[in-house]
């Protein structure tokens, strides 16, 4: 389940359910994983209430590749080739963009609590009105010609990484009848070689429509649900300027944050 599409539609030609179907579909699989008894933090790749989710991962056997030979192929960066300001979207343009400044940051380490040093980070967003720039989306909000809505960053010694953005608003999608995502921004991390991508969201604190994303819901376990949301600090906050949100990434382990499935 990688980045959503407003275009997405669901799996049959069948009329869109409505928003009382889709939760209670949620609640009726909440209720079976609460009765199973079993702990699992990734999320059902079929799951029913999010329609598409059957056509968003591989149905059949991986093809078997090379993975050396992948990487030849595959993009390459050296740490010189990210600027610091690239982890600054909201002065990649001649003005300044609308809405809610903010400063995300956080740190990445393994299941052993060791950090993550010298790691790419990228993000990518919609804007304050819910409007990603991308000729496929045709919600009917305005696009903000200073704010583009990505950027990237390495992780420093202490494995922490910091982005100023703004703060992206909910926007509709075509699981059923009103769908609404909530506010949310992508993280993709790579290792030590594009072949080791994980992709993720980070959540915001107090949305009331997580409780309504099938996506968010896919993943029926409620700590690991919460592991996706960031925590809103005071002290990251600065007077005037701009409000601030914290937000770890743990790799592996019994804690580790939940990734976009790849298989």
Request: proline content about 10%.
């Amino acid at each position: 389940m990688s980045t959503t599409s407003r275009t997405d539609q669901p799996a049959t030609a069948a009329p869109l359910a409505d928003q009382a179907t889709i939760s209670a579909e949620i609640a009726a699989h909440a209720a079976e994983y609460a009765r199973s008894g079993r702990e699992r933090i990734v999320p059902l790749l079929d799951y029913p209430p999010y329609r598409s989710s059957l056509l968003r991962h591989p149905t059949k056997a991986p093809y078997q590749v090379d993975p050396e030979k992948l990487e030849r192929f595959a993009p390459v960066f050296g740490h010189s080739d990210v600027d610091p300001l690239e982890a600054d979207l909201t002065i990649q343009h001649r003005g300044e963009p609308l809405g809610e400044r903010i400063v995300v940051t956080g740190r990445v380490t393994d299941g052993d609590g060791r950090p993550v040093a010298h790691q790419l980070v990228e993000i990518w967003q919609a804007n304050s009105a819910g409007r990603y720039i991308h000729q496929r989306d045709r919600h009917p909000a305005p696009l903000d010609p200073n704010f583009t809505g990505m950027g990237r960053c390495l992780t420093d010694a202490n494995g922490y990484y910091r982005f100023v953005t703004i703060k992206p608003g909910p926007y509709p999608w075509r699981n059923h009848t009103n769908a609404w995502r909530p506010s949310h921004i992508h993280f993709s991390l790579f290792g030590t070689a594009f072949t080791q991508r994980l992709i993720t969201q980070m959540y915001f604190p107090g949305d009331p429509l997580q409780p309504l994303d099938p996506i968010f819901q896919s993943i029926t376990d409620p700590k690991a649900r919460e592991m996706l949301i960031a925590t809103y600090d005071h002290d990251l906050t600065q007077p005037e300027w701009c409000t601030g949100y914290r937000w770890d990434i743990v790799l592996t382990g019994s804690s580790r944050t939940w990734m976009e499935p790849t298989e």
